[in-house]
């Protein structure tokens, strides 16, 4: 069973960037595409960027296109979002996921995720 572990989130301001890392134990990712997804307070869960096993496809929600950035490095067995140019409404919790191959539906457990606070 793959345990995923995320790390990096933090307090910024807005127009400020961070990098976030999904670190993964028990399997080695590169058998699985991986996503990132969110949850504001009071609101769902929702999608943020998912990336192919390879790396070589990746798919974004409208609303962080041109910000964010979804990268893996196999050898690490790591995923990382890149996030830039950060505004209020980015703030949420993080987690990553493993998904279905070509979907964004995430599939097995979540990670405990990691905290994006972007202040104004």
């Known amino acids: 069973q793959v345990q995923l572990v995320e790390s990096g989130g933090g307090l910024v301001q807005a127009g400020d960037s961070l990098r976030l890392s999904c670190a993964a134990s028990?399997?080695?990712?590169?058998?699985?595409?991986m996503g990132w997804f969110r949850q504001a307070p009071g609101k769902e869960r929702e999608f943020v960027a998912t990336i192919s096993r390879g790396g070589f496809t990746t798919t974004y929600a409208d609303f962080v296109k041109g910000r964010f950035t979804i990268s893996r490095d196999n050898t690490k067995n790591t995923v990382y979002l890149q996030m830039n140019n950060l505004k209020p409404e980015d703030t949420a919790v993080y987690y990553c996921?493993?998904?279905?191959?070509?979907?964004?539906?995430?599939?097995?457990?979540w990670g405990q995720g990691t905290q994006v606070t972007v202040s104004s």
């Open positions: 996921a493993i998904v279905a191959a070509g979907s964004a539906s995430p599939l097995g457990s």
């Open positions: 028990g399997r080695t990712l590169s058998t699985y595409a």
